[in-house]
């Protein structure tokens, strides 16, 4: 079974010494070989991309992207998509937007796990979140 990665595992994995670091590191790894097959969608690269460029780092944003590229299958984001993440902010507004874009993502393709450290997860319907 498939499991969707939020953008903070990514992140936690590749920063600085946190709690989190390490699970997330050694769920990565576990994805790299094989022992869990991972997607995440194009709005997660644009997060890091951008959390990357603010703090003028966009060349580590880059690569940790060119990562996960090689790691994760990548899906897109369709209109079915953004209309479903319109119905789901208006059903829980404390989702963050670009959190309810994931949620539609995984919802439209039939996927129900996520690895997130994010709670506001826990409030979409359909959806498991689980913590490395």
Known sequence: ????????????????????????ARLIHEVGEGRLEAVTDAEAL???????WRVKALPDGM????????LADILT?????????????????????????????????????LYSYDHHFDLIPGLKRLEP
């Not at 940790?64 to 590229?69: A, S, W």
Request: aromatic residues 6%; positive net charge.
């Open 63 to 70: 690569a940790l992207c060119e990562r996960i590229i090689q």
């Open 1 to 24: 079974m498939k499991v969707f990665l939020d953008v903070n595992i990514f992140i936690y994995a590749a920063g600085r010494e946190h709690p989190h670091k390490t699970p997330s």
């Open 46 to 52: 644009q997060e890091i991309l951008y959390r990357f």
């Open 77 to 113: 984001i369709s209109k079915d998509d953004l209309v479903l993440a319109i119905r789901l902010l208006g059903q829980q507004p404390v989702v963050e937007p670009r959190d309810a874009i994931h949620a539609a993502v995984m919802l439209n393709h039939g996927l129900t796990r």
